[in-house]
Nanobody, 125 residues
């Protein structure tokens, strides 16, 4: 049973840090690219970060230097470390799996074939 589950979201204050997790089952993603996307109310979903099987990473300009994506292949889990959060980071965060094989990754929704249900991150004082 293929499953992709995000966790770690919640209500935090500006300047706080949060680490999101995305755990996959039924399929290993050690040879796959994983992406993080987010969607704020009233806005389109946007790519945040991705990591390939070769640990190539790509970040949106808005989060570069603050967010870090990593993976633990033994646990079949990827992480998104989010530092110095601001209210503009408030969104539902999704992880997504690319079922293809690539040494790199892109922040394009059509590159990803399977999506989790999302986890809410709210940044407010």
């Amino acid at each position: 049973q293929m499953q992709l589950v995000e966790s770690g979201g919640g209500l935090v204050q500006p300047g706080d840090s949060v680490r999101l997790s995305c755990a996959a089952s039924a399929i290993t993603f050690n040879s796959r690219s994983i992406g993080w996307f987010r969607q704020a109310p009233g806005k389109e979903r946007e790519g945040v970060a991705c990591i390939s099987s070769y640990s190539f990473t790509n970040y949106a300009d808005s989060v570069k230097g603050r967010f870090t994506v990593s993976r633990d292949n033994l646990k079949n889990t990827i992480f998104l470390q989010m530092n110095n959060l601001s209210p503009e980071d408030t969104a539902v965060y999704y992880c997504a799996l690319d079922l293809g094989f690539s040494s790199t990754c892109r922040l394009a929704e059509n590159e990803y074939s399977y999506w989790g249900q999302g986890t809410q991150v709210t940044v407010s004082s």
